[in-house]
């Protein structure tokens, strides 16, 4: 006889043993029950009357899902200008489908041709030269499965009183994908790269003439100069034909659409690393050059908005965490407002600067709960609470928040984004408090 953990809490208010569902068998009661006649209830459904739709030469989603969508917002003066949030809460796994990848655009799209295109070499090389896509296309690749995340990403943080969008309208502007491409060293060793160069400066094909420094190091570590985007070439809006990935990177500088990389002793001091994606710390002195992104969680259900409609019960909480580090080494989860801690089972595959996807059985007993989660990374970096993270930063700041998240479940299962346990106040519906600029 197979024998079961039984249902004992290994954390306040309900977190049960994170192997519970691993053993499989686990009842959780929301199947209908067949009542009466089964043959009835195993009647055939309408769909097998007549021949399905015919093949498709590109696949869709299920009409059904249409709702399972990118929430945009674009600049109030400038359209082109923008963001549009991946649906985080509304997907499963590690993987961001290509259609749902957030967007960051300064100045819209640009249409290239990958015929026409050419990426530039130059600067402290010893022979400038120029690559066609088709150039690229012949060297050894590599595949990296690796988060892409906005300085920006859940800035509402900052705000004073805490946002009640949608998790992935709040937190979405970070996705994971798996990207192929030509290592950036490869074609760096092809045209001889001088000693004395310490930075590469990259430039971008679209209208606002995107352009920003990175270290030589990082380059020569692990940038890719990506082609392929989740096995298919890159979508347009995620630099097709050719963009700069750098794996745990701030987002700015996986510079899209990527049409010249020049050596160089120092950065170019460009207004995206000065004026822009700088942080303003209570000292009134401003950081630059945060490159890295550091580790973060998100509880993605149940999250905002949502409801446990089951009533009280054995519930499955599930998210994501990611580091620019490295791995995640352990996501903890809090169902009593951060006052104990259980360790959430980690899925399969655990990769560097990749989502891992996280998940541990709760027994919701029908009473208000807090529920939280926080990520510690291979480095040992445990993820802030708000108050640390703002005690440290200050409120003027506008990037890189990675605070722990806390969602409030009320005794009607509805989930509400709050700043801590006791604090109700109303929040803001915006998933942002200033303007893309
Ligand atoms: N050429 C160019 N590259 C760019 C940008 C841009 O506007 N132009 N935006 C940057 C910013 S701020 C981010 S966060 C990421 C967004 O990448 P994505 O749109 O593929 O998600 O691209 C970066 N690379
Ligand atoms: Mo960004």
């Given at each position: 006889m197979k024998k079961f953990l039984p249902l004992t809490p290994v954390a306040g208010n309900g977190l049960l043993d994170r192997r519970l569902f691993l053993q499989g068998g686990v009842a959780l009661?929301?199947?209908?029950?067949?009542?009466?006649?089964?043959?009835?209830?195993?009647?055939?459904?309408e769909s097998m009357s007549l021949p399905g739709e015919p093949f498709t030469p590109y696949g869709q989603p299920a009409q059904f899902e249409e709702d399972v969508v990118r929430y945009p917002a674009p600049n109030r003066v400038l359209r082109n200008n923008g963001a549009s949030w991946t649906p985080l809460?509304?997907?499963?796994?590690?993987?961001?489908?290509?259609?749902?990848?957030?967007?960051?655009?300064?100045?819209?799209v640009p249409q290239i041709d990958p015929a026409e295109h050419r990426l530039l070499v130059h600067g402290l090389v010893r022979q400038p030269a120029f690559f066609s896509i088709d150039n690229l296309l012949r060297y050894p690749m590599r595949s990296q499965i690796c988060f892409v995340e906005c300085g920006g990403n859940s800035n509402a943080g900052w705000n004073k009183t805490p946002s009640r969008a949608e998790a992935g309208y709040f937190h979405g502007l970070v996705s994971c994908?798996?990207?192929?491409?030509?290592?950036?060293?490869?074609?760096?060793?092809?045209?001889?790269?001088?000693?004395?160069?310490?930075?590469?400066?990259?430039?971008?094909?679209?209208?606002?003439?995107m352009n920003i420094s990175v270290p030589i190091e990082k380059v020569m570590d692990d940038a890719i100069l990506a082609l392929y985007q989740n096995?298919?070439?890159?979508?347009?809006?995620?630099?097709?034909?050719?963009?700069?990935?750098?794996?745990?990177?701030?987002?700015?500088?996986?510079v899209k659409w990527l049409r010249a990389l020049k050596a160089a002793e120092k950065?170019?001091?460009?207004?995206?690393?000065?004026?822009?994606?700088?942080?303003?710390?209570?000292?009134?002195?401003?950081?630059?050059?945060?490159?890295?992104?550091?580790?973060?969680?998100?509880?993605?259900?149940?999250?905002?908005?949502?409801?446990?409609?089951?009533?009280?019960g054995l519930y499955q909480v599930t998210g994501l965490a990611w580091s620019g580090r490295g791995r995640i080494k352990q996501v903890d989860v809090s169902a009593d407002g951060g006052e104990s801690w259980a360790p959430a089972e980690l899925q399969d595959p655990v990769l560097p600067k990749a989502f891992t996807r996280f998940r541990i059985p709760w027994q919701w007993d029908?009473?208000?709960a807090t529920l939280k989660s926080r990520a510690v990374d291979e480095t040992g970096y445990v993820q802030p609470e708000r108050e640390q993270l703002v005690a440290a930063q200050g409120r003027q700041g506008?990037?890189?928040?990675?605070?722990?998240?806390?969602?409030?479940?009320?005794?009607?299962?509805?989930v509400t984004h709050v700043y801590d346990a006791e604090q109700k106040q109303s929040g803001t519906d915006v998933s942002i408090d200033a303007d893309w600029d």
């Amino acid at each position: 006889m197979k024998k079961f953990l039984p249902l004992t809490p290994v954390a306040g208010n309900g977190l049960l043993d994170r192997r519970l569902f691993l053993q499989g068998g686990v009842a959780l009661g929301t199947a209908q029950l067949v009542a009466g006649n089964v043959q009835a209830a195993a009647a055939r459904p309408e769909s097998m009357s007549l021949p399905g739709e015919p093949f498709t030469p590109y696949g869709q989603p299920a009409q059904f899902e249409e709702d399972v969508v990118r929430y945009p917002a674009p600049n109030r003066v400038l359209r082109n200008n923008g963001a549009s949030w991946t649906p985080l809460h509304r997907l499963e796994g590690m993987i961001t489908p290509n259609g749902l990848h957030y967007e960051r655009h300064h100045n819209g799209v640009p249409q290239i041709d990958p015929a026409e295109h050419r990426l530039l070499v130059h600067g402290l090389v010893r022979q400038p030269a120029f690559f066609s896509i088709d150039n690229l296309l012949r060297y050894p690749m590599r595949s990296q499965i690796c988060f892409v995340e906005c300085g920006g990403n859940s800035n509402a943080g900052w705000n004073k009183t805490p946002s009640r969008a949608e998790a992935g309208y709040f937190h979405g502007l970070v996705s994971c994908s798996e990207w192929t491409g030509v290592p950036l060293s490869t074609v760096l060793a092809e045209v001889g790269i001088e000693e004395t160069a310490k930075w590469l400066i990259a430039d971008g094909a679209d209208a606002f003439a995107m352009n920003i420094s990175v270290p030589i190091e990082k380059v020569m570590d692990d940038a890719i100069l990506a082609l392929y985007q989740n096995g298919e070439r890159l979508r347009p809006e995620n630099g097709y034909p050719l963009r700069l990935i750098l794996p745990g990177w701030e987002g700015v500088l996986n510079v899209k659409w990527l049409r010249a990389l020049k050596a160089a002793e120092k950065p170019i001091m460009a207004r995206n690393e000065t004026a822009r994606y700088t942080e303003l710390l209570p000292s009134g002195k401003a950081r630059m050059f945060t490159f890295t992104m550091e580790a973060k969680s998100l509880i993605t259900s149940p999250s905002g908005g949502m409801v446990l409609k089951q009533g009280p019960g054995l519930y499955q909480v599930t998210g994501l965490a990611w580091s620019g580090r490295g791995r995640i080494k352990q996501v903890d989860v809090s169902a009593d407002g951060g006052e104990s801690w259980a360790p959430a089972e980690l899925q399969d595959p655990v990769l560097p600067k990749a989502f891992t996807r996280f998940r541990i059985p709760w027994q919701w007993d029908g009473s208000p709960a807090t529920l939280k989660s926080r990520a510690v990374d291979e480095t040992g970096y445990v993820q802030p609470e708000r108050e640390q993270l703002v005690a440290a930063q200050g409120r003027q700041g506008f990037y890189h928040y990675n605070a722990i998240v806390t969602w409030s479940v009320d005794e009607y299962g509805d989930v509400t984004h709050v700043y801590d346990a006791e604090q109700k106040q109303s929040g803001t519906d915006v998933s942002i408090d200033a303007d893309w600029d």
